[in-house]
């Protein structure tokens, strides 16, 4: 692999398959499945990657072999892999592993981070400001993602006063990056022009990124309104895998392959290459045993 | 069915299903369920229905059975049917059979026109003049589809002066609304943005219709654009079938379960009913033995 050098993007796409991605699915993929997913994303032209989160792997044994992920990845290829961390512990994990970055979930919502996080969002809060005391001179950059920003499935609309209050105390806590992610795929456009100017104002030194979930097929339309209000970071899912344990029947992340598509019409760089994209959105779901909600594998692209 | 009355809308959804959304599908539904589409579509608030094609069943099997459909579909609801027209004979089975509308569709490329229609795009403008003169006195609406305007799959991308030549050619015959469609689903808002100012100009008295394809999911996002930019006209399909005969893998029309649900969480009022929209189109996919492309159905309706 020696595809380091790239054009510059006005669009990072942040590449969460290998995390996000595979997390709810019923299928596991081996340690080099998971190598061989990242090699492909990178070669794709993706230079961050949510690559491995350091959860208990017996409670989510999608994301078993975070050490072995890591020791896998390729290196020197100007990537930077970032690692899931709920605690302490994870964090450890994490800088042992060798991650660039690391990422802790907040969600807005109490029931949600109870029932996924075993905590109250207050608690949440507090754990993570610990972790992000403990990363001061370890040279990792910290992303905080806002999860159940655009509504909860069980608490219903989220108001944006939360999810800002959030945002304030991890950028006062140092996060680099503060991330809004739509969880359940619920959000629409006027949310997104709503909550990033409100994030921004509190957060003016962290970078301000989106993640969403095409559950209802809004989720392309709110990255591209992301695009619009200024936002320079996507997360997004090679394949469009991934989903919501809360909405088993779901579909998932917008596929990267799909909004680099929708981007490079737009006029935006990305670096992607949407053809290679595609092809690992179908190796991954015919690895995974299931048609990629990914469009652009089977429509083919529109070259000009 | 006496559900004639109901609120105000913002966006006037097309319910093309029946049409659109059957014509490129393996299975052939009967009459008898086409009118049973029809009659779920009116109770789920469609007041506007592309109920039926007057082309030759020989050539289109699925839209056989026009008349025997119009003779079936409900009266005295409130909705208008539209009869799809391609020629004079279609317009006087369309006048027999006793549609409120007629759509007339120009492609904006040679190489569609010929191959889908089996004539030049000057040749299609010229019938289309015919058809036009034809309807006078007839009390019958008249709306003209300028279809490929976001691209062609042999042309590839088409200069917007062609869209908007036709549209001005179309409005100079007396077409009460242009429709501009996305055929093959590679549009994106930028072209929305291009092409509706544009069009609007050179059609002021026209009643401006966009009709979109998520052939590679952006579908959702022109929808939305061209609801800022001020259509208050979008052509949908129950359960996002449809498609196009040039790119057989690729998913159809917009649903119209999922653009009433992003128009409601946008503050647009459709008059539609969301729930029982995504009921109409499972009971559709069960129907031609299909998943539907929609996912309201699968993922749930979020109330609030």
Redesign the interface.
């Known amino acids: 692999m020696d595809a380091v050098v790239r054009e510059r993007a006005d669009v990072d796409i942040v590449e969460v398959g290998p995390r996000d991605g595979l997390q709810n699915e019923d299928t596991l993929l081996s340690v080099a499945q998971k190598v061989e997913l990242i090699e492909r994303a990178v070669a794709a032209g993706a230079r961050r990657i949510e690559a491995v989160s350091f959860v208990n792997p017996r409670l989510v044994p999608q994301m078993a072999g975070a050490e072995e992920v890591m020791a896998g990845v390729p290196r020197d290829v100007g990537a930077s892999y970032i690692g899931l961390v709920l605690n302490r512990k994870g964090l450890e994990r994490a800088l042992a592993a060798g991650v660039d970055e690391i990422n802790v979930v907040i969600p807005a919502s109490d029931e949600f981070c109870q029932r996924n996080q075993g905590c109250s969002v207050a608690d949440m809060l507090s754990v993570y400001e610990g972790i992000a005391a403990d990363t001061v001179g370890t040279g990792i950059t910290v992303s905080v993602t806002v999860s159940t920003a655009f ?1 909860c499935p069980f608490e ?2 989220i108001p944006p006063e939360r999810v800002v209050d959030i945002a304030r105390r991890a950028a006062e806590a140092g996060a680099d990056e503060i991330a809004l992610a739509d969880t ?7 949310q997104v022009a709503d909550l990033v100017p409100r994030v921004r104002s509190v957060a003016p030194a962290a970078t301000l990124r989106c993640h969403f979930h ?5 989720g ?2 709110n990255a ?1 309104a992301a695009h619009e209000y200024g936002v320079t970071v996507l997360d997004a899912s090679v394949g469009g895998f991934g989903g919501c344990p809360f ?1 088993p ?3 998932g992340n ?2 990267t392959e ?1 909004l680099a ?2 981007l490079r ?3 935006a760089r990305t670096g992607a290459d949407v053809g290679e994209l595609a092809r690992t959105g179908e190796w991954l779901g015919a690895a995974l045993g299931m048609q990629p909600p ?3 594998g ?3 692209d ?3």
Chains 1, 2 share one sequence.
Do not use: E, H, K, Q
């Open positions: 509504g219903g609309d359940i795929g619920v959000g629409v456009p006027r095409n559950t209802r097929n809004t392309y339309a591209l909405a029947a779901a579909t917008i596929a799909d598509y929708m019409r737009s006029g990914a469009l652009l089977r429509a083919g529109f070259p000009t």
